[in-house]
């Protein structure tokens, strides 16, 4: 006697209509989506919201520790590759959907509402007021945040080197000082004068150094640059 082949679909029906009822199916099924969109919904109205005095209250026993940071860390992350620690809302790079999915998972298992949510990126990811790897935060008081979701590739591995010159008036100084030195070496003996020597090394690295730093001053003054510092927490593109 042959048995007879198991139709998955049939037993799949079945189950469904052991735990729901089958009137109604269509119903439950739309109902569900309306509010999982009305979620969404408002998980992106809290993203564009301000984040002014925000404490998100989330059950510390569900909470994974390895994703709470401190803002004096925030902050010398930002100054060191010369990031910027902004409300989402002034964020202008598209979230994916998968930092939408973890806000949500995160508010199903701490059975709560997130709102002031931050984001470090570089400056050019937001939507600065004139005066390529973000993070979302959450508050959770006391100077703390939550890491809720990281997207993008990661930072250039040299970015820390290239942006160390703008993390402060010194180094700068530095960082002139040297290409100066450098373009000096590199300046054919008997240019200027028909000895070279200490006096004519001298001179010429003056006025390589007077180039340098007039170059680097009307970059910064032209594009309203500022130093790590000072930027980090800033909503003004001319901070």
Known sequence: MMLPRTNIEHKLSKLRSKEFDSSSWRNQVQEIFR??????????RNLDSSSESVVNILDFDQLDTHKIYHIDQIKKICIDYRLRFLDSKYFKGKL????????????????????????IAPSKLFKLENADDPLLFAPMGNDYFYLVHKWGNDLHPLRKIMMWSFKSFENLLFLTFLVSLLLTFMVPDGLFTKESNTSTFIMVFFFMFKSVAAVVLFYGFALGKNFNPAIWNSKYFNA
């Open 96 to 119: 994916p959907k998968s930092a939408i999915s973890a806000i949500k998972d995160l508010e199903k298992k701490h059975q709560t509402e997130l709102k002031g949510f931050k984001i």
């Open 35 to 44: 509010k999982d969109l009305a979620h969404e919904e408002r998980i992106v």
